[in-house]
């Protein structure tokens, strides 16, 4: 296990490279902070900053229940504020510290409103995720929102009478607006490295440049991407981290 000097300098390193134009001062203070009393991981995704803000992830939260031993974590339904007629769902979690706790509550909601649409339909599971973060926050004493609150991170949709853009070749646009804009959302949404993901689609699509590709190719790797990101997130940042090393040994060299 790293000492938490270690693991300071390493989530410096890695925030600095992820979010070079958000981190100040004040950022690195309490990344500082947040390192230091919850051994929180930049590089496993437990942190994010937003408008030079940090927040924590449901993966940070859940790791630091295991690493304090949590003893449970209890979820219920709350019907009276529940209308599942239109996707509207609300959770009550409690956490327990250990079997003596008398438990620690939150509550946590979700509807179409305020999800990003590529949760859209599963707003029972998002405010789930929502309650047990807020229970866990309050158990640990964590006093910055979970990134999972704070609803949807989508950019403002264009008037509907805006006038529709021509056909866009597939190369030298990463498959076309669509496709890119799927794109960027998995990456806001699962928190990665645009440039390492970057890396990893070029390498995915045997070309020199995305530019090269030809849309299938892009529209395959965005499946892709989706999947892993959704399956097995952890394994995907590894990956991801594995063409930074890449680029340093370059570097180095």
């Known amino acids: 296990m790293k000492t938490k000097q270690d693991l300071r300098r390493q989530n410096l390193v890695v925030a600095r490279k992820r979010w070079p134009a958000q981190i100040d001062c004040s950022c690195v203070l309490a990344l500082k902070e947040l390192t230091e009393t919850y051994r929180f991981s930049v590089l496993l995704g437990d942190l994010i900053i937003l408008n030079k803000s940090w927040y924590v992830t449901h993966t940070g939260l859940l790791r630091l229940a295991r690493r304090s031993r949590c003893s449970g974590i209890e979820v219920e339904p709350v019907p009276i504020f529940s209308d599942p007629s239109v996707a509207r769902w609300a959770f009550k ?10 438990g620690f509550s939150g509550y946590g909601d979700a509807d179409p409103s305020n999800v990003s649409s590529l949760v859209t339909g599963a707003e029972m599971r998002v405010a789930e995720t929502r309650a047990v973060n807020r229970a866990l ?48 959302q998995i990456i806001r949404q699962h928190q990665l490295d645009a440039t390492l993901v970057k890396s990893y689609a070029t390498d995915f699509c045997g070309v020199k440049s995305l530019r090269e590709a030809s849309r299938e190719q892009v529209e395959n790797f965005v499946e892709q991407l989706a999947d892993r990101a959704k399956k097995d997130r952890a394994a995907l940042l590894c990956q991801l981290n594995s063409y930074s090393a890449s680029k340093e040994k370059e570097g180095a060299a």
């Open 93 to 102: 979690a409690t956490v327990y510290r250990s079997t003596k706790c008398r």
């Open 137 to 184: 926050r309050k158990a640990y004493g964590i006093g910055i929102c979970s990134v999972e609150e704070i609803g949807s991170l989508d950019e403002p949709q264009p008037h509907r009478e805006s006038k529709k853009l021509p056909p866009q070749p597939a190369n030298g646009n990463y498959g076309g607006p669509k496709v890119r804009d799927r794109l960027c």
